[in-house]
């Protein structure tokens, strides 16, 4: 029964079936919708029937192809062309020459069309297009270089493609035999499509940005302005409507509103949507027997594509760029075709057909010949290939923290230097490489799913300040790497700390809030460092009030530590931390002696650390300041309670203030405030002009021995050099 109701039904359902199956399987979706649109079309079960659309079959193919095309001018990035390798400003250019020109030689020399029909057929198969590159990507973990060749040749090479294929329409359905007159008609659609596409995308821009529309509003009043363009655009001129959407979804881009990141997962469904129904549709419309009319000729035709043209385009755009033999290999051998070739080539068919031309038919089934063989072929053996070719990727595991930019970019400074592969994203990607051209702007954060740095992240750290960029961050990548991966910065009392608004694990719960820290970072009063620690070996002391561990790091493994302020015992070899950074303490330190004879004194252990004071400084006068230091303590104990004291002196021989320290286990003769005796003695020598240094390293002295649970942990060790080591860890 051929009902057009059915049919479009038939077709959005199957797609969508089709498209989450191939998911599943981890195969290319392409490859199950032409199968599914022939079995389910006339030829076979008959459940879809794109004749009964009648002339409504163009505008269903018109429309989806507006969305798919603004989608992918979401997607391009002018200061990412900018910034990439000449290779693929080589490929969009020289390489788009050679395939479009290589192409329509071969059909013109294998069937003999004509030089407007050959070079149209050569347009058709320049694109890639991100849609069948990307999944590929995501299946192929192939080095980073090759990634983003293959990845961004996808992204900006459809735009070039519609252009070209456009201008060769124009040539081909002109009636003047003339070159200039279709030119300048290209030209005349060009400008029409330009100009409704500037309009409709600068009124989409200034609209979301001034949020005269709501949020929730955006993505519907962007699609209605884009089908507003594309149908004004048509009425005017045919075929200028495609270059209108393209144009509007680039201008949005490069304005990048704020709901840019949501506007293009919305129209990234839908895309996905419309290649379901235009693959099950076209692929339906099919007539398989002009595939056996054109027989060994069209085995040429894909033959040339696959085996010359291509490696021809590679080998001349890598030329002097220091690719290898086996990159330009792999590089030659995937360049799968796919929606915007395949809907591109049924427009002109049925347009061709409409003005009588013989071949349009034939046109369209060497366009999907192209995209059965390179999607099939290319797309199932591409994993098989990069491993024999030696170009496989060693995955990593690694940390995304997104949010406050001084913090993010802190955690992965030490997240990288304990051996984590980390990256975070603030004005740029951050974290993978010292190297400039290795960063991405924000403009390309919503392309994170194929960007090869963000490829292999499997765990992510939210640490925005504001609880609604955390909740927005965290439906996107808990969906991606799971909940129980996904964590939230959060204190509590925030919004988004116990509800399910943000399906993220609340983390550093005890901390302050990010924004604080952010502050306190920028300020040089925290810092995050790599410390050493030992594997189920708790220090009770060493973490706590001062620094608070973040992550355990084992090998190559970073372990969130939830609650710092009670960490438990390390489940690493290393802590990446964050410290409090004690003023004064940097390089005070001299030097740690324990004191052990039996009934320690004062005096004794005064004696003792002058003793060590002249040992650095021979020319120290120690029975003055002995006595001095004496006849104050006798006076005014600087016993300061805790068990610590911190008698000082000047003398003109240092430099800088300088402190000795003295661990007395048994304890002195002397008691603080509190009656608890002496068991820190703290020496402070500084010179007479320093009196500012002076109280600044006696405040640093009195803060980092003021917490009870690190002199405990001081008192308990029994090596110099590992008292210091814990003092300088504060500093």
């Not at 060769?168 to 002109?174: D, G, M, P, T």
């Not at 000729?297 to 002097?320: H, K, Y």
């Not at 600087?638 to 068990?643: K, L, R």
């Not at 320093?690 to 003021?706: P, T």
Request: glycine share 8%; charged share 20%; proline share 6%.
């Amino acid at each position: 029964m051929e009902d057009p109701t059915l049919t479009l039904a038939v077709s959005a359902a199957a797609g969508t079936v089709l498209i989450v199956t191939a998911d599943r399987l981890r195969v290319p979706s392409i490859v199950l919708l032409l199968l599914g649109g022939v079995l389910l079309g006339p030829e076979v079960a008959g459940f879809v029937h794109p004749a009964s659309l009648g002339h409504g079959l163009e505008t269903v193919i018109g429309l989806a192809v507006a969305v798919i095309l603004f989608e992918g001018g979401l997607t391009l990035s002018i200061s990412g062309y900018r910034r990439a390798p000449r290779v693929i400003q080589r490929m969009l250019t020289v390489g788009v020459l050679i395939t479009w020109l290589g192409v329509a030689i071969t059909v013109h020399l294998v069937l003999g069309w004509s030089p407007p029909l050959a070079l149209l057929a050569g347009s058709l198969v320049i694109v890639t297009g991100p849609t069948v590159i990307s999944p590929i990507l995501r299946r192929v973990r192939v080095t980073e270089r090759l990634h983003h060749v293959l990845y961004w040749e996808g992204v900006m090479i459809d735009a070039i493609g519609v252009f070209v294929a456009v201008l060769c329409f124009e040539w081909l359905s002109s009636p003047d035999d003339g070159v200039i007159a279709p030119v300048a008609s290209f030209l005349l659609r060009f400008l029409v499509g330009a100009a409704l596409g500037l309009v409709a995308g600068v009124i989409i821009a200034v609209t979301l940005a001034r949020r005269w529309v709501a949020d929730e509003h955006a993505n519907i009043f962007a699609l209605s302005l884009v089908v507003l363009g594309f149908g004004s655009a048509n009425a005017l001129m045919d075929e200028s409507g495609l270059l209108a959407v393209v144009t509007a979804g680039l201008v949005v881009a490069v304005t990048r509103p704020v709901q840019l990141s949501k506007m293009k997962t919305f129209k990234l469904e839908l895309t996905e949507l419309a290649i379901g129904v235009l693959f099950i549709l076209l692929s339906a419309k099919l007539d398989l027997s002009r595939f056996s009319e054109l027989g060994l000729d069209l085995v040429i035709i894909v033959g040339v594509v696959l085996f010359v043209i291509r490696p021809l385009n590679i080998f001349a755009s890598t030329l002097g760029q220091g690719f290898r033999r086996n990159e330009k290999l792999f590089l030659s051998w995937l360049a799968p075709r796919g929606i915007v070739a395949a809907s591109m080539a049924s427009l002109f068919s049925l347009r061709l057909a409409e003005l009588g031309n013989p071949n349009a038919v034939h046109l369209e089934t060497i366009t999907y010949a192209v995209i059965g063989t390179t999607v099939a072929l290319q797309g199932l053996s591409a994993p098989m290939v990069a491993r024999a070719l030696g170009v496989c990727e060693v995955p990593h595991r690694t940390w995304l923290v997104l949010g406050q930019r001084s913090l993010g970019q802190a955690l992965v400074r030490g997240l990288r230097r304990a051996g984590i592969h980390a990256v975070t994203i603030g004005d740029r990607l951050q974290g993978v490489s010292s190297d400039e051209s290795s960063l991405i702007s924000v403009d390309d954060v919503a392309q994170s799913d194929d960007d090869p740095r963000l490829a292999d992240v499997d765990q992510v750290l939210l640490v925005h300040s504001a609880a609604r960029d955390r909740q927005l961050a965290a439906r996107v990548w808990a969906q991606r790497v799971g909940r129980s991966r996904c964590y939230s910065w959060t204190i509590p009392g925030q919004p988004d700390a116990d509800t399910e608004e943000t399906p993220a694990q609340p983390t550093f719960t005890t901390c302050p809030a990010p924004a604080e820290v952010a502050v306190s970072l920028e300020n040089n009063e925290l810092a995050v460092e790599v410390l050493q620690t030992t594997a189920n070996v708790e220090e009770p002391g060493r973490f706590g009030r001062d620094i608070r561990p973040l992550f355990w790091i084992r090998a190559d493994t970073a372990e969130l530590v939830s609650d710092p302020t009670s960490p438990g015992p390390p489940t690493g070899e290393l802590a990446v931390v964050l410290k409090r950074r004690i003023k004064g303490l940097a390089g005070l330190v001299a030097d740690v002696t324990f004191l052990t004879t039996p009934r320690p004194t004062m005096r004794g252990a005064v004696l003792r650390l002058l003793e060590e004071v002249a040992h650095d400084y021979p020319t120290l006068p120690v029975d003055g300041i002995l006595d001095g230091i004496l006849g104050r303590e006798a006076t005014m104990s600087t016993a300061i309670g805790g068990g610590v004291a911190v008698p000082h002196a000047y003398w003109d021989g240092v430099a800088q203030p300088r402190s000795y320290l003295a661990l007395v286990p048994e304890g002195l003769d002397v008691a603080g405030p509190d009656g608890e005796p002496v068991r820190l003695v703290a020496l402070l020598v500084s010179p007479p002009d320093q009196a500012k240094g002076h109280l600044r390293a006696l405040g640093a002295l009195v803060d980092v021995l003021s917490d009870e649970h690190f002199r405990d942990l001081l008192l308990r060790q029994r090596m110099p050099a590992r008292v210091a080591r814990l003092l300088a860890e504060r500093a």
